[in-house]
């Protein structure tokens, strides 16, 4: 069964960076792109970008343009996303999903930006 | 960029056919993606490019896509279907995924 398991919960003061992993398992890596999607509390789905972890590709939505670092280590088969600069606003579940269509998704990671 | 707009709640009762719209400028040309998000889960794929259904989707949902309007189709709507759903696309003018708002399905 594929799979997409994502690292626990995180809490950051303002102004700090947050790097989240994503291991897939029982699919080849380099086949599907991986996506990152947040979800703020009580609110919709916002698209943040994506990687092709088969040469490392990626692409961002604008609003985080300067601030995401999106890799792909394919010596473990996971993916890392990486938010920096970090404010109250980034408080919200960040998934990560596979392909271009996604499918399946992670179990999403709970991040809390408070001083 | 591009816009989808969905309305933010449509109800319906047991048996019945939910439709919920997806709209956006000559989304007909593109491929539509339906998630079902269910409270305190992650979403969940349920109709991808249109009208196809991954393997375990029940045939109840359908999609289609034409014009101004894309629409998922639940028939035979179970309690289990309230949640909140939402359309995404390919916005192929900035090489991004753009997501609907969502909406809120309630059975009565």
């Known amino acids: 069964e594929v799979q997409l398991v994502q690292s626990g919960t995180e809490v950051r003061k303002p102004g700090t960076s947050v790097k989240i992993s994503c291991k897939i398992s029982?699919?080849?890596?380099?086949?599907?792109?991986i996506q990152w999607v947040r979800q703020a509390p009580g609110k919709g789905l916002e698209w943040m970008g994506l990687?092709?972890?088969?040469?490392?590709?990626?692409i961002f939505a604008e609003k985080f343009q300067g601030r995401l670092t999106i890799t792909a280590d394919t010596s473990s088969d996971t993916a890392y996303m990486e938010l920096s600069s970090l404010r109250s606003e980034d408080t919200a579940v960040y998934y990560c999903?596979?392909?271009?269509?996604?499918?399946?998704w992670g179990q999403g990671t709970l991040v809390t930006v408070s001083s | 960029s591009y816009v989808l707009t969905q309305p933010p709640s449509v109800s319906v009762a047991p048996g019945q056919t939910a439709r919920i719209t997806c709209g956006g400028n000559?989304?007909?040309?593109?491929?539509v993606h339906w998630y079902q998000q269910k409270s305190g889960q992650a979403p969940v794929l349920v109709v991808y490019?249109?009208?196809d259904r991954p393997s375990g989707i029940p045939e109840r949902f359908s999609g289609s896509n034409s014009g101004n309007t894309a629409t998922l189709t639940i028939g035979r709507v179970e309690a289990g279907d309230e949640a909140d759903y939402y359309c995404?696309?390919?916005?192929?003018?900035?090489?991004?995924?753009?997501f609907g708002g969502g909406t809120k399905l309630t059975v009565l």
């Open positions: 999903a596979r392909g271009s269509h996604l499918d399946p």
């Open positions: 995404q696309v390919w916005d192929s003018s900035t090489d991004h995924w753009v």
């Open positions: 029982d699919y080849t890596f380099t086949e599907h792109y």
């Open positions: 990687i092709d972890p088969e040469n490392g590709e990626t």
């Open positions: 490019d249109n009208s």
């Open positions: 000559n989304i007909g040309s593109k491929g």
